[in-house]
């Protein structure tokens, strides 16, 4: 298989807060783990993305971790900011330009002032 | 920097009309080409993988005659909505990607129909 499960699908937090958002896959041939942002009216935005080589990698406040052996994912966004509302969307594939991307379905991330 | 310009960005057309919408990639080379589609449900459906010097290849419930893709070189590519219909509707995204890359998307074309 191919799916790629995404949640959860709403995610309302206070503001200053940690998101997590939990994203798994089916093809455990899968290495290449990106994870985008979608503003209203925009394109995705590539944030933040992780190989199989690693287990977790940071960005300023944005933390991936995956776990190869659950085929599982997830996006941590620490001391949220009203910023950060806005859809992400995980995806999983295989390095190589013959080879797809599978995209979650969303997370609309919502965080409260 | 690498950018990704999808054009038009809005287009409307009648029921049963044709439309063809244009990705281009600036600063690298697109050596792949995904055209997906954003239902209003937010859902990323892949059309087609369109790579270089190989032939494209599309996703099931999508057709090279009803989605017509050019992709001449490593800068270009094109998509055309054969007779669009109601279900066709949406933002059409195309992802381009540089050998290992992740794909860098375009601003859409977001096609209504009437």
């Known amino acids: 298989g191919e799916q790629v499960e995404q949640l959860p699908s709403i995610l309302r937090v206070q503001e200053r807060s940690s998101a997590s958002i939990n994203c798994t896959y089916e093809n455990s041939a899968s290495n290449y783990f990106p994870w985008y942002k979608q503003e209203p009216g925009e394109n995705p935005k590539l944030i933040i993305d992780i190989r199989s080589n690693m287990e977790r990698k940071q960005i300023q406040g944005l933390i991936v971790l995956l776990d190869k052996k659950a085929k599982r994912f997830s996006l941590h966004i620490t001391d949220t900011q009203p910023a950060d509302s806005a859809m992400y969307f995980c995806?999983?594939?295989?390095?190589?330009?013959?080879?797809?991307?599978?995209f979650g379905l969303g997370t609309t991330l919502q965080v409260q002032p | 920097g690498a950018l990704v310009y999808q054009y038009p960005r809005r287009t409307i057309c009648k029921s049963g009309t044709s439309m063809r919408m244009e990705c281009q990639a600036v600063?690298?080379?697109?050596?792949?080409v995904a055209w997906y589609r954003q239902s209003p449900q937010k859902t990323f459906e892949l059309i087609a993988l369109s790579t270089v010097n190989s032939a494209i290849k599309y996703e099931q419930n999508f057709t090279q005659e009803k989605f017509p893709i050019s992709h001449p070189n490593l800068s270009f590519s094109s998509m055309t909505v054969l007779n669009a219909y109601l279900e066709d509707r949406g933002l059409y995204l195309c992802g381009a990607r540089s050998n290992n890359q992740a794909p860098l998307f375009g601003e859409g074309t977001r096609l209504s129909v009437l």
């Open positions: 995806a999983a594939g295989i390095t190589g330009n013959t080879r797809k991307l599978i």
């Open positions: 600063g690298f080379q697109a050596t792949s």
